[in-house]
């Protein structure tokens, strides 16, 4: 069976930047056609920046890189150095890449991308907010149909939020996005907090990671160090969600988690719940579902797929 052919659009951050590692050690089920980074977690500037990084650590610099928006689509710039630091990817000490920036933007890559491949074959993975992913959308209507699927992080039913009381991150930070991508009819498969609160980092599985003995193992275990900190201490939890590599997972081993078909519609007026994902996960009412809403995942086989992948790229 031939890759399924993905692009990833992302802000990294250490959790991105797993996901991004996690597909690039799959070439047999995932053919990166692309990185598209988008101002989220830290400024445009850094993500495409680390985005690089990342390709380059897993020595796979023959993937293009993309710089995408800058800003969301009506609002200004919330980033995230509270839980990532200043970087985006603080933790351990980073080379600045050697790989070029394409010159292209990454919006203009996502339609051209959608156009010239077969209908149908191309999956879009956001992990971040949706900025690129709605732009695209608005700039060439008739891309919205050739999208095989869409598999996103963001959102939260449960755990309500984590940058507001109502609203998970890269949903809060381009809300108006997200409505145009939740409303696209567009096959939709969403891994929020509820799900990816559940695949928390311990001891043991961050062991695992250094324990490969390679570059990507020490890194890996490294910005999972830093990243634990700010969950630690918010949820008093044993570690960190590595929310991201959720889609990836999802994506070479589906049958790891589980969800539902519902409706969910994204509120972007209302000052008190901005962002959040209004989730009808009890069915309750009389709109059509547009979105598998993932619930629960088997976390241990999580982060034996997550090892056992990352310790291809040694």
Known sequence: MAARKIIIDTDPGQDDAVAILLALASPEELDVLGIVAVAGNVPLALTQKNARIVCELARKTHVPVFAGCDRPMTRKLVTAEHVHGKTGLDGPQLADPTMPLQDRHGVDFIIETLRREP????????????????????????????????????????????????????????????????????????????????????????????????????????????????DKEKYGSEGAPLHDPCTIAYLLEPEIFSGRHINVEIETVSDLTLGMTVADWWRVSLRPANATFIGHLDADRFYALLTERLARLG
């Open 119 to 230: 209908s149908g074959s191309v999956t879009l993975v956001p992990v971040g907010p949706l900025t690129n992913i709605a732009t695209a959308f608005q700039k060439a209507p008739d891309i919205v149909g050739r999208v095989a699927e869409i598999v996103l992080m963001g959102g939260a039913y449960f755990e309500v939020g984590n940058i507001t009381p109502a609203a998970e991150f890269n949903i809060y930070v381009d809300p108006e996005a997200a409505e145009i991508v939740f409303k696209s009819g567009i096959k939709l498969t969403v891994m929020p907090l509820d799900v990816t609160h559940k695949a928390l980092t311990t001891r043991p599985r961050v062991d695992a990671f250094r324990s490969m003995g390679t570059e990507v193992g020490r890194m890996v275990g490294e910005w999972t160090d830093f990243f634990e900190r700010f």
